[in-house]
């Protein structure tokens, strides 16, 4: 878990702040955040086929 959470800081630290530089780095993020927290896609029964939750 902790491996997750410094990835998640050195991904952070690389945001440019242009959105579309940013788009493919933020997407990594939000992928491990759910990772971290197990979330799913609200009212979701079965897996999510695009981030796998």
Same mark, same amino acid.
């Given at each position: 878990?902790?491996?997750?959470? *410094?990835? !998640?800081?050195? &991904?952070?630290?690389? $945001? #440019? =702040?242009?959105?579309?530089? /940013?788009?493919?780095?933020? *997407?990594? !993020?939000?992928? &491990?955040?759910?990772? $971290? #927290? =197990?979330?799913?896609?609200? /009212? ?10």
């Amino acid at each position: 878990m902790q491996e997750i959470q *410094d990835e !998640i800081k050195t &991904l952070e630290l690389s $945001l #440019t =702040g242009d959105m579309f530089e /940013d788009m493919d780095t933020r *997407d990594k !993020i939000h992928n &491990l955040k759910m990772k $971290l #927290t =197990g979330a799913k896609p609200p /009212d979701q029964e079965i897996d999510c086929v695009g981030c796998g939750s």
